[in-house]
């Protein structure tokens, strides 16, 4: 099983961009299906954006789309979330999490494994 390492959160002004990274350590990272989640203030978690263990196939949250990308390299092991154009609507705990192999789940209770979070705060 894989134990994952968020980082790259910080404070920023609304427009500014982020690139988030989720650092897998252990075996099995490519045949994962990975993804971020987010959770705002007083609120649930929140799908953000997944991708298929090849990389090839990805989704988005209608928040998120257009402005978002989530990629990964499985040479390394990480996962990314490069975030452009940011909102206040866009502060919260964002985590990453894995499921194993190839899903299609937006549900954040499909996904066994989880990191610690990062925190990302957009001032307007």
């Known amino acids: 099983q894989v134990q994952l390492v968020e980082s790259g959160g910080g404070l920023v002004q609304a427009g500014a961009s982020l690139r988030l990274s989720c650092q897998a350590s252990?075996?099995?990272?490519?045949?994962?299906?990975m993804a971020w989640f987010r959770q705002p203030p007083g609120q649930d978690r929140k799908y953000v954006a997944r991708?298929?263990?090849?990389?090839?196939?990805?989704g988005y949250a209608d928040s998120v789309q257009g402005r978002f990308t989530i990629s990964r390299d499985n040479d390394k092991n990480t996962l990314y979330l490069q975030m452009n154009n940011l909102k206040p609507a866009d502060t919260a705990l964002y985590f990453c999490?894995?499921?194993?192999?190839?899903?299609?789940?937006?549900?954040?209770?499909?996904?066994?494994?989880w990191g610690q979070g990062t925190q990302v705060t957009v001032s307007s």
């Open positions: 999490a894995a499921a194993p192999g190839d899903t299609y789940f937006i549900d954040p209770r499909r996904y066994p494994t």
């Open positions: 252990g075996r099995g990272f490519s045949g994962l299906t």
């Open positions: 991708t298929t263990f090849s990389g090839l196939t990805s």
